[in-house]
């Protein structure tokens, strides 16, 4: 007898602004969902181990959902993640001109919250939540 699938009542979402080249997008989704995993610990499941007993790291036990949307969209979902309380993680496009994690968090800090020039948001909770939260973004291609 094999195993119903899962089914989860929380989403993992990265939401990113529609205007970044792919290498941007691959990158700013990274360092988002590295944030998710390192605060919310229920969100990793089990490490991996192949038929030779070679082991893995775990990973997420859930899908991320890629959302891409207008600057204008992401600010609202960013005002919408604040007020629901939600985990959740920011790049903005102040990151890619640093080279390491103090100049990263220095950049984030030196900007107040209505002026983060926003590129990708991270966000994990309910699944109604999470949905609102993204309202207005379509899935990334």
């Keep these: 007898m094999s195993e119903q699938p899962l089914r989860f009542d929380t ?6 602004r529609d205007d970044l080249a792919p290498w941007q997008r691959l990158n700013v989704t990274s360092f988002l969902v ?3 995993g390192s605060q919310v610990p229920e969100v990793i499941g089990a490490p991996y181990e192949d038929a030779d007993g070679v082991g893995y790291l ?4 859930q899908p991320v959902l890629v959302f891409e949307a207008t600057k ?3 600010r609202a979902a960013h005002t919408r993640v604040l007020s629901r309380s939600l985990p959740r ?3 903005t496009a102040d990151l890619f001109s640093t080279g390491n994690d103090t100049d990263n968090r220095a950049a ?11 590129v ?5 909770g309910p699944k109604g ?4 939260v993204v309202k207005g973004a379509r899935m990334h291609p």
């Design 72 to 74: 204008e969209v992401l």
């Design 120 to 124: 990708g948001l991270a966000v994990y």
């Design 11 to 16: 989403k993992i979402a990265v939401l990113l």
């Design 129 to 132: 939540g999470v949905d609102k």
């Design 58 to 61: 775990p990973m997420f036990r």
């Design 89 to 91: 993680a920011v790049f």
């Design 34 to 36: 590295s944030g998710l």
């Design 108 to 118: 984030v800090r030196a900007v107040p919250t209505a002026d983060l020039d926003l």
